[in-house]
């Protein structure tokens, strides 16, 4: 390709796209099939869009191109062709689109012609209504901030209308588009598209606005309904036609059609912009709900069954595409393939089952640098994948986002903490020393006594307020049997045995005292308590 034939050999552009044969061309451009290609057998069929070998290397077009496909990226709708891709290779560029099984509307209406069968009204306004919508979505398009672009196409003719079997209407070419952020500027005076539906207004130096495009989709819609030209471009005074004649409505070629239909047209065809309808959505309502469209299944009948011939031509090559792709004996896709997997990085070592940390217990401790402890990354962050948000790195997370709480080692527990016995864990007495009782006396086998645990501080003082409370009530209810039988017994108590009892006769030990010698001083005052009443 490239500097030879419009036929050249299969070529790989941008590293997955093998180019075909020609499917058409026009004034500055050649639309090729072409297939996507990539690993695995996965295989495509697209078109592409390439400058004609001689304006390559002009810079008027070149920018014009790539203006087309910035615009057109910019439109979503489904009765636009938009483009895949932008690919410049070896100093050309090409324009990767999707590729519609069908025909230009221009080819349909010459074969009509030549079929001397004029189009059914409504599959005419079924194709015009298209065109509309997708005229509709390009004047409201914006750019990623949300500001509008002012896209007017400036092109809208048959031409540039593609049919397509499954009946739906599709608009292709916005290389003449006008638009915000174009690297292309119009000279002044100059006119651009077919002169033929070029509005009234364009031609006495205005600028282009929607209602432009409004016009022209018009005059699309009378040649469809009529089945001949509405200006001639081989007619000297085409201009003059344009801004002066007078209009005749389309029934005034064709009886059969409603005076409705005539309303319609001859509004989008009025010379001042303002009397036109305000947008194309509004055109195309006014259009359904007056006359009526066919449906996609009506039109892709249609379709089939005037550009049969054509059809069968594309699909046979679209065949001979898919079959390349199929055998896989294209020396160009292999080569990609192979410098495809080739310039891959190489997968990272995982590793080893015995390299392994046991997450349970070899958890790694938060760092402490100068600055201060520095967290943990979340599980799947990679540093060398980052993104500029707001003019920050940003990192790309693999995984889901989780804190990055540091975790800590298992340690022993603190001598403060409290031990866990288990059922089987044995304490074993503590070993004799000097100081201990029975050192110098031979190993028993009776199992060693060991001391009760000494109490000190507030459970000391918690036992001697309630051994005071039991004294107390002790010690009243003695008194109070003395005063009914003086001959009763007096209550013993320690080292004081004499007729009267008070709580502060009882001898309480000191700190430092066992729990088991203050246990059975409790136990001996309940008991005597008891007996004290019994035998009163």
Known sequence: ????????????????????????????????????????????????????????????????????????????????????DLVVDEGEIFVVMDYVAGASLAELMSLSQERRKRIAPRVGTAVVTNILSALDAAHRAADPYGRPLGIVHRDVSPQNILVGVDGVSRLLDFGVAKGRGRISTSRAGQVKGRLGYTAPELL??????????????????????????????????????ILEADLQPPSHHVPKLPSKLDALVMRGLNRVPEARYESAVAFATAIEETVGVATPRRVGEWVREVAAAGLKQRARMAREVEMAAAVGDDAAVRQLLDATIASRPQPRREAAVDEVADPATEIDEPTTTSEGPTTLPAPGFDPKQTRVVGGAASPILKGPAVPSTPKRRKEAPAVSDPLELRPERRIDPPEATLASPGADEPPSDKPPVVDPPVVEGEALRRAQMDLKSVAALA?????????????????????????????EDIELPVAGGNQFWIVLIVIAILLGALLIYRFA
């Open 475 to 503: 010690g009243a209810a003695h008194e109070a049997k003395r005063a009914v039988a003086p001959d009763a017994p007096t209550l013993p108590s320690g080292t004081n045995s004499g007729p009267s009892f008070a709580p």
């Open 1 to 84: 390709m490239g500097n030879g034939s419009e036929r050249d050999e299969q070529r790989v552009v941008g590293g997955r796209y093998v180019v075909h044969d020609p499917i058409g061309a026009g004034g500055t451009a050649t639309v090729h099939f072409a297939r996507m290609v990539s690993e695995g057998g996965f295989s495509r069929i697209l078109a592409v869009k390439r400058l004609r070998r001689e304006l390559v290397d002009e810079p008027e077009f070149v920018s014009a191109l790539v203006d087309e496909a910035r615009l057109a990226s910019r439109i979503r709708h489904p009765n636009v062709v938009a483009p895949v």
């Open 204 to 241: 006495t130096g205005d600028e282009p606005n929607p209602r432009t495009d409004i016009y022209a989709a018009a005059v699309v819609l009378w040649e469809a309904l009529t089945g001949r030209r509405l200006f001639e471009p081989s007619d000297p005074e085409i201009i003059r036609q």
